[in-house]
């Protein structure tokens, strides 16, 4: 997928609201209160009315795109972009491209793109041989400093690994965490959340593999999970012991600071689950941006208010 393929297919708002509408209704229109399939576009308000009972339905009622003013192909553009950018966009320079007068309005729509992002990996289960670790994140903070830094964002990573065709490690999935602290209990509870699907018990990860902080020792314990220490001869090595955790907190900290020019703890964990998202679907660029779109058509959105007053802990 790449630009002119998406000039094609979306040239005018009509080939969004089009694309909308049979997503929404791939079988024809039915109307959601009488089942009725005639309908008269209300093309103003992008509303379809139903010609049996007057009913006046949405394609993208309770989405993201919910009552929205910008046009959707704006919108669609900044999907783009965000699905297909390696290191994330800078909200400036879409505010530019697409000519959004007010700052606020595209800060709002990334915002919900990476709702739609982490409804997503919402659904994904860690499983397997999983790395553990965890970063500080702040304005002046660069790496690690051991755990209980003051004013800085505490935030645990757990990437799962396979082995491949020729015998090598490579990552698979992965999860990033704003957390209050690396206590035993809230390793376990995001272990727990992370790798035991839905109604069932035990975890489908089986080792952990860590710098050995106790709280990884007693939580693995507690969930009957083997735990494997990394251990550090020499300070330099740390990136060879827990590789991919390393690589996930390097790849998360140059984006936040990179484009994003630092970010709020506020939002910390939505940004960090675009660059989870984006770091998930790494072997599927190609589909990148057809993904997100269809994930952003099928959330529930999160509203500016939300936004403004959500706090770290809450936006999970
Ligand atoms: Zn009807």
Redesign the pocket.
């Known amino acids: 997928m790449n630009l002119l393929v998406f000039q094609e297919e979306f040239r005018t708002e009509n080939d969004c609201r089009n694309w909308l509408f049979s997503t929404r209704w791939p079988q024809g229109f039915r109307?959601p209160?009488?089942?009725?399939e005639e309908y008269t576009l209300l093309e103003r308000r992008n509303l379809y009315l139903?010609k049996?009972?007057?009913?006046q339905s949405s394609p993208i009622a309770g989405t993201i795109f919910h009552k929205t003013k910008t046009p959707l192909l704006k919108w669609f553009w900044l999907i783009y972009r965000m699905a297909t950018s390696k290191t994330g966009v800078s909200i400036a320079e879409m505010q530019r491209e697409l000519e959004i007068k007010d700052y606020k309005t595209i800060w709002v729509m990334a915002h919900k793109i990476r709702k739609g992002m982490s409804d997503r990996d919402a659904h994904y289960r860690l499983a397997g041989l999983v790395e553990m670790d965890e970063s500080f994140f702040g304005p002046t903070v660069t790496g690690k400093r051991g755990r209980g830094a003051e004013g800085k964002a505490l935030v645990i990573v757990a990437v799962s690994t396979w082995i491949d065709g020729t015998g090598k490690e490579r990552p698979g999935f992965a999860h990033a965490f704003v957390a209050d602290d690396a206590t035993a209990d809230t390793i376990e509870n995001l272990l727990r959340r992370l790798s035991v699907p839905e109604d069932e018990i035990t975890p489908l990860v089986s080792q952990i593999r860590t710098d050995g902080w106790r709280s990884y020792q007693v939580a693995a314990k507690e969930l009957e999970i083997a735990h494997h220490r990394a251990i550090l001869r020499d300070p330099k090595d740390s990136m060879k012991l827990l590789p991919w955790t390393h690589r996930l907190i390097a790849n998360a900290k140059a984006v936040i600071s990179g484009p994003h020019r630092g970010v709020s703890e506020k939002h910390l964990q939505r940004y960090l689950t675009e660059v989870c998202y984006r770091f998930n679907r790494r072997f599927w660029e190609r589909q990148s941006f057809h993904r997100l779109l269809n994930a952003c058509a099928s959330t529930t959105t999160i509203t500016r208010n939300e936004l403004m007053a959500k706090t770290a802990e809450q936006s999970q």
Do not use: L
């Open positions: 109307c209160r009488c089942n009725g139903c049996a009972c007057r009913y």
